[in-house]
């Protein structure tokens, strides 16, 4: 299958810094990207979709302004946690899909903020 | 808004047992994903169901769409250590995929 690559797999910041998550389709291009966010022991939770040039869709509840992406190219998204909290560390997995309907998944960010 | 529910929250069993995870979902299916992930890690496609009825295998694992295309399960035969992870179902709606709450199997070995 195809793959996706996520850089870092884990990031460790100070508290009201900003941290820039990438997502890259290594070997596709990736018309839309997806942003999920998973608490421990519990499922995805859909965050926005992005598409490549265009602005991204975000889920009810989330803010925009807090986690800002970006989708650049088509082979690069990237999501930022702006004035991060403790309360936002979390476990952050994109996803990518070219014109197919399977969704390829990147390898996690886990991001704790201290 | 669509509902994914699945069961059993958690599962052990011993290794060489059949397991079954059911996937039920509160409005039709469209498309059914199963996807497999490894603890704090990515996930990995496993198979994607479309039509009712349909039915894929993928070495020791079947997952199957029912005829209302509202429930799904994926079956694994002998269970080895390797099936070890949560099992998360997802609908496809519009053009993004929301999941389930997730299995977890833990085998005995």
């Known amino acids: 299958g195809a793959v996706v690559s996520q850089h870092p797999s884990w990031v460790i910041c100070k508290s009201g810094t900003s941290v820039k998550i990438e997502c890259r389709s290594l070997d596709f291009q990736a018309t839309t990207m997806f942003w999920y966010r998973q608490f421990p022991k519990q499922s995805l939770m859909l965050m926005a979709t992005?598409?490549?040039?265009?602005?991204?869709?975000?889920e009810q509840g989330v803010e925009k302004d807090k986690f800002l992406i970006n989708h650049a190219s088509l082979t690069l998204s990237t999501l930022t946690v702006t004035s991060a909290h403790p309360e936002d560390s979390s476990f952050y997995i994109c996803?990518?899909?070219?014109?197919?309907?399977?969704?390829?998944f990147g390898q996690g960010t886990r991001l704790t903020v201290v | 808004s669509q509902e994914l529910e699945q069961s059993p929250q958690s599962l052990i069993v011993q290794e060489g047992k059949n397991l079954t995870i059911n996937c039920t979902s509160s409005k039709t299916l469209y498309g059914l994903y199963w996807y497999k992930q490894k603890y704090g890690e990515g996930l990995i496609f496993l198979m994607m169901?479309?039509?009712?009825?349909e039915e894929k295998s993928h070495e020791k694992i079947t997952a199957k769409l029912d005829e209302k295309k509202q429930q799904s399960s994926l079956h694994i035969t002998a269970s080895q250590p390797s099936h070890a992870g949560i099992y998360l179902c997802?609908?496809?709606?519009?053009?993004?995929?929301?999941f389930g709450k997730g299995t977890r199997l833990h085998i005995l070995p």
């Open positions: 997802g609908a496809g709606k519009d053009d993004k995929i929301i």
């Open positions: 996803s990518a899909r070219g014109g197919g309907v399977e969704a390829f």
């Open positions: 169901l479309q039509k009712g009825g």
């Open positions: 992005s598409n490549e040039g265009s602005k991204a869709t975000y």
